[in-house]
């Protein structure tokens, strides 16, 4: 590919394909009210779902408010670890004011990078991306430096809403697609009130590709023309 066609692309990300589909804008990080959440029990049904217990180490990516993140550090408890990370510096820094207020010593926070989770390898019994994976505008490049940081028999758990990937969704299909390029096997699917949405699990099997070996998808062009 000609460099002028990457050039609007971090420069480490242009050795993957581009993603083929609209990206939703980064909006809110309180995504709804956490009381109204909890009402429908959003929190417990995915970690529920995401079989996560005491002593597993965890980490939230694109954590905003921190709405999974404390609840993440309750269920793990003191023998586990959580690690919530966004992208963007001011929310990072008001997650970091609302763990020490909150006092979860079992939970560290972090930078990421839209292509890059910056993740420590082989590390985590789960990686969620709740509500935000529709605005990761790198996924093959993103997707590819995740998955080194699950250990084995980890799972990446993604919660999402089924509508067009510019406005705060993906279509399950196309999720599917995009991971299954990454070597993902999709484990579990459930649809529910409470999410808004749906719950998505992925477990890596076999090889991770080469980045110039992977093959993108290209369903968002096809469901526009349909």
């Given at each position: 590919m000609h460099d002028d066609a990457n050039r609007d692309r971090p420069a480490s990300a242009r050795a993957f394909p581009r993603a083929d589909r609209p990206v939703s804008r980064g909006g809110p990080t309180d995504y709804a009210a956490e009381d109204q959440r909890d009402q429908a029990q959003e929190a417990t049904l995915v970690m529920?779902?995401?079989?996560?217990?005491?002593?597993?180490?965890?980490?939230?990516?694109?954590?905003?408010?921190?709405?999974?993140?404390?609840?993440?550090?309750?269920?793990?408890?003191?023998?586990?670890?959580?690690?919530?990370?966004?992208?963007?510096?001011?929310?990072v820094e008001r997650l970091g004011l609302r763990v020490e207020r909150e006092n979860l010593q079992n939970t560290a926070i972090k930078l990421g990078a839209s292509d890059d989770p910056r993740l420590p390898q082989g590390s985590f019994d789960r990686i969620f991306l709740a509500h935000v994976y529709h605005e990761v505008d790198e996924p093959?490049?993103?997707?590819?430096?995740?998955?080194?940081?699950?250990?084995?028999?980890?799972?990446?758990?993604?919660?999402?809403?089924?509508?067009?990937?510019?406005?705060h969704g993906i279509p399950p299909a196309l999720l599917f697609c995009e991971f299954s390029a990454l070597g993902f096997r999709l484990s579990q699917f459930v649809r529910k009130p409470a999410l808004q949405g749906y719950y998505a699990q992925f477990e890596a099997t076999g090889a991770r590709a080469r980045p110039q070996d992977i093959v993108p998808c290209r369903m968002a062009s096809r469901a526009e023309e349909t």
């Open positions: 529920d779902l995401a079989d996560v217990r005491s002593g597993m180490t965890v980490a939230d990516l694109g954590a905003g408010a921190g709405y999974y993140t404390v609840r993440l550090a309750r269920r793990v408890g003191p023998r586990g670890r959580v690690l919530g990370e966004d992208v963007v510096p001011e929310v093959y490049a993103f997707l590819w430096r995740l998955r080194p940081a699950l250990r084995e028999g980890g799972k990446v758990i993604v919660v999402d809403a089924d509508r067009a990937s510019d406005t």
